[in-house]
């Protein structure tokens, strides 16, 4: 009989789980369309988990439903956490990725850096004046790592919705796609200090951890990425009828480089992000539409199941789970840091978008309507909460259970605040929106006037032109035209697609339309096609003249649908 119960509380429990999921999807499918703006969708789910949580902790027999609606740690971080963060990656667009790289990376790096810091000695100072629960400094400064994690989901839910600035967009999600994994490392550096003593040589090993993490777990990624394309380049998957075995092939890839990471002791969210990020730039070309589209669409539904899923569990968390209520200084202190100073990124965001702009041409540099933007949209979510839950094991005393409590109100607050708030933002920052961005496989690129070359502000110096030719012959662009593109992203089936084009004079139709009949210009606009990576790195020529590709002016949208008359004949004349 005890069996039998046993069966019948987690058949229960499941169906009460899958239930409220369903009810957070259709809810958050009701708000969209009722284009209800106010309250996201990651905001309805995280409420409609705190009822649930209240309801079952007062139901007569509830403790027996808690071990399966609760939160578990390892199911979040093995089944729910790997498909989010591969999305991410994978659906990344490139050329706006890329083309802001410099800025995501700083953002990422050094305002976690500068964030984690700055949270961490605020809570120690507080605590040593008794205004809050004092802690060790190690132990506020792994709280300041954890709380530094972003996760602008609502945020970005209603960028795309309303189709905000393509550039912003890719900085916000940028950002907050590397702030993860740079958080995590970054927590496991300090939680290794927590219990030893800090000195001159601790911290060279700190650094040294955190550099060999990242980097062990970054090259893990890219070499199972790598090793990806070489596997679908090599193994004769051209046939159109192979796309399912396609995209269940591809699909294990991310998950070995998560658990291959995750063995090693390194950083697995790291690896199947960069994992993701490779395989859409090199494996992707060697996939069939049909087997792109459903590996994509696969994901995708993964994603936001699990992502909604998390939500629902934070809300279930906030009365399932052992809190520290006693400890409501150190909350209420932690709250009141996120509201002057959203959890100090004022301390990041304008000092280093400040220096990134002093390296960027006048019309490239991020605006102030831009900064305070990206202020607004760190929001805490998934990843702050998890690393928040796993405190408890890691910490000792019961440091765990009070930065859990914090954590969880922190991200209510700014989830259902905050994100609620992000059409006013955007309105009263006067951006402007284009209506909504469609999730599809190819780059999309912005619309406007068509210049197919630019001439910067000012001319370059002799000393300029050098330095610049010698940085685009040893930079990653290089590399990457030049060895790894074809070896690993150059396709069996581009092959015969260019050869057909040279032995035909009337060739298949490309995807992009032909500004010329002459087979040498289809040739041309084939190869840019299949080979992308010109899109994302325009050349400069001896007069310091920066060129966009043509096949990235013939790509572009204009009002109309046509190109302008200079683009045009520009076009014509290449041809």
Same mark, same amino acid.
């Given at each position: ?68 609606? /609760?939160?578990?740690? /390892? ?293 102030? /309507? ?91 110096? /002799? ?113």
């Amino acid at each position: 009989m005890a069996p039998k119960g046993a069966s019948y509380v987690a058949s229960v429990s499941l169906l009460v789980q899958l239930v409220m999921l369903a009810i957070a999807l259709l809810v958050g499918h009701g708000l969209r369309r009722k284009k209800i703006v106010i309250i996201p969708e990651a905001g309805a789910a995280l409420a409609f988990g705190v009822i649930v949580g209240l309801v079952v902790k007062f139901l007569r027999h509830g403790s027996e439903f808690r071990e399966w609606i /609760n939160f578990n740690n /390892n199911f979040f971080f093995y089944f729910l956490l790997p498909p989010i963060i591969f999305e991410s990656g994978w659906s990344l667009k490139a050329k706006t990725f890329f083309g802001n790289f410099g800025a995501i990376c700083t953002f990422a790096f050094a305002g976690t850096l500068i964030s984690t810091l700055v949270v961490g000695c605020f809570m120690y100072f507080v605590g040593l004046l008794h205004a809050a629960h004092a802690m060790p400094i190690m132990v506020c400064l792994t709280f300041g790592a954890l709380i530094s994690a972003t996760d602008p989901v609502s945020v970005l839910a209603v960028f795309q919705e309303l189709g905000v600035d393509r550039t912003l967009y890719a900085q916000v999600f940028g950002e907050s796609v590397l702030n993860d994994a740079v958080a995590i490392v970054l927590y496991r550096t300090l939680l290794s200090f927590v219990t030893t003593k800090v000195d001159g040589r601790g911290i060279w090993f700190a650094i040294s951890f955190f550099l060999a993490n990242f980097i062990g777990s970054f090259s893990i990624g890219v070499i199972l990425g790598l090793l990806s394309a070489l596997v679908f380049k090599h193994c004769g998957f051209e046939d159109d009828g192979l796309a399912l075995l396609q995209s269940c092939l591809l699909s294990l890839f991310p998950y070995m480089a998560y658990m291959l990471a995750d063995a090693f002791e390194l950083s697995g969210i790291v690896s199947i992000l960069f994992a993701g990020m490779t395989m859409r730039y090199y494996t992707a070309p060697h996939l069939n539409e049909k087997a792109l589209a459903t590996t994509s669409s696969f994901f995708s539904i993964l994603a936001k199941l699990s992502e909604t899923f998390v939500f629902i569990y934070m809300g279930v968390a906030v009365f399932l789970e052992k809190q520290s209520w006693r400890s409501y200084s150190f909350t209420l202190y932690a709250i009141c840091l996120l509201i002057v100073t959203f959890s100090c990124r004022v301390f990041n965001i304008y000092p280093l978008a400040y220096i990134v702009n002093a390296f960027r041409q006048k019309q490239n540099r991020i605006p102030m /309507n831009h900064q305070h933007a990206l202020w607004f949209s760190g929001l805490r979510g998934a990843m702050a909460f998890a690393l928040a839950l796993q405190s408890i094991t890691d910490l000792p005393e019961d440091y765990g259970r009070v930065i859990l409590t914090s954590t969880l109100l922190t991200i209510a607050f700014t989830v259902l605040f905050i994100g609620g708030a992000t059409s006013h933002m955007l309105s009263w920052l006067k951006i402007e929106c284009s209506g909504p961005i469609e999730h599809n496989d190819q780059d999309p690129q912005d619309g406007g006037e068509i210049m197919l070359t630019q001439t910067p502000d000012k001319p370059q110096s /002799n000393l300029k032109k050098k330095f610049q030719q010698l940085k685009d012959k040893a930079s990653f662009a290089s590399l990457d035209k030049n060895f790894l593109t074809p070896i690993f992203a150059t396709p069996s089936r581009s092959h015969l697609r260019l050869a057909e084009l040279d032995q035909n004079s009337t060739p298949p139709q490309a995807h992009r339309p032909s500004t010329s009949s002459a087979d040498g210009t289809e040739r041309r606009a084939m190869e840019n096609e299949l080979f992308p990576v010109d899109e994302l790195f325009p050349t400069t020529d001896d007069t310091g003249s920066v060129t966009v590709p043509l096949a990235t002016a013939l790509s572009l949208p204009v009002e109309g649908g046509h190109l302008s008359r200079r683009a045009s004949a520009n076009s014509q004349q290449g041809g």
